[in-house]
C-alpha cells in the first residue's frame, strides 16, 4: 500500500519560509519522479515543482522560481519543498504526489491526472 504522508504545513507572515516534507512508504521511491501541486479555495490544482531522483530533470512554475526549492533524499524516501520569501498568494493546501518516471519523462509532469499517488495534503496560509 503506498502511502505519501506531507507534514509542515501551518501559518506564517508574508516574507517568510516554511519546509514541507514528504514521506513515502510502499513504492520504488527511486523509479518516480515526486511533485508538489497546490490548490487555493475556489482554484484548480496547479503544479508547483517536480523532481526525478537524479535531480536532472526539475521544474518549477514561474510563480515559484528562484523562491521555493524541491529536494529528496532518496534513502529516506522523501522529498521536501522548501519555500521562501511566501506571500498571500502561496496560500493553498499543498500535495504531495508521484508518477512514474516513464511518464514524468514524456513530459506530462504538470498534469495532475497523470500522476499515480498523491498525499493527503497540508495547509500553508501565508498572511499580509
Known amino acids: 500500500q503506498v502511502q505519501l504522508i506531507e507534514s509542515g504545513g501551518g501559518l506564517v507572515q508574508a516574507g517568510g519560509s516554511l519546509r514541507l516534507s514528504c514521506a513515502a512508504s510502499?513504492?520504488?521511491?527511486?523509479?518516480?519522479?515526486m511533485g508538489w501541486f497546490r490548490q487555493a479555495p475556489g482554484k484548480e490544482r496547479e503544479f508547483v515543482c517536480g523532481?526525478?531522483?537524479?535531480?536532472?530533470?526539475?521544474y518549477y512554475t514561474d510563480s515559484v522560481k528562484g523562491r521555493f526549492t524541491i529536494s529528496r533524499d532518496n534513502a529516506a524516501n522523501t522529498v521536501y519543498l522548501q519555500m521562501h520569501s511566501l506571500m498571500p498568494e502561496d496560500t493553498a493546501v499543498y500535495y504531495c504526489?508521484?508518477?512514474?518516471?516513464?511518464?514524468?519523462?514524456?513530459?506530462?509532469?504538470?498534469?495532475?491526472?497523470?500522476?499515480?499517488?498523491w498525499g493527503q495534503g497540508t495547509q500553508v496560509t501565508v498572511s499580509s
Open positions: 523532481r526525478y531522483w537524479s535531480g536532472i530533470t526539475t
Open positions: 504526489a508521484a508518477i512514474h518516471g516513464r511518464k514524468y519523462s514524456r513530459g506530462t509532469y504538470y498534469a495532475p491526472g497523470d500522476y499515480d499517488y
Open positions: 510502499g513504492l520504488s521511491f527511486s523509479t518516480y519522479a
